[in-house]
Nanobody, 120 residues
Framework: QVQLVESGGGLVQAGGSLRLSCAASGLTFSSYLMGWFRQAPGKEREFVAR????????YYADSVKGRFTISRDNAKNTVYLQMNSLKPEDTAVYYC?????????????WGQGTQVTVSS
């Protein structure tokens, strides 16, 4: 059974930092592209960042580019999202997701989410 478990969310002041983690089990982690998404209250879920299986390629939403960094440790089956210079508009539930194909398509597995709240 595949599980993705996010952690590291919390309450932080604007300008602060948080590091989210997503621990994966039940899949060959190093074969999966990993992504982070977020969903703010009353809004649709949106893409944040993704990282190829080898870690060689990353892609970010314009709204987080230069502030957030996605990384992975394949030995620990974990993907991270370092979030710096946080803004109130970053407040959302953050989800990690895994996708077998690097070419596109739907993500295969999703975590349960972790809440990030940025106060002004």
């Amino acid at each position: 059974q595949v599980q993705l478990v996010e952690s590291g969310g919390g309450l932080v002041q604007a300008g602060g930092s948080l590091r989210l983690s997503c621990a994966a089990s039940g899949l060959t982690f190093s074969s999966y592209l990993m992504g982070w998404f977020r969903q703010a209250p009353g809004k649709e879920r949106e893409f944040v960042a993704r990282l190829w299986p080898s870690g060689s390629s990353t892609y970010y939403a314009d709204s987080v580019k230069g502030r957030f960094t996605i990384s992975r440790d394949n030995a620990k089956n974990t993907v991270y999202l370092q979030m710096n210079s946080l803004k109130p508009e970053d407040t959302a539930v953050y989800y990690c997701a895994a996708r077998r194909s690097v070419l596109g398509g739907q993500y295969d597995y999703w975590g349960q989410g972790t809440q990030v709240t940025v106060s002004s």
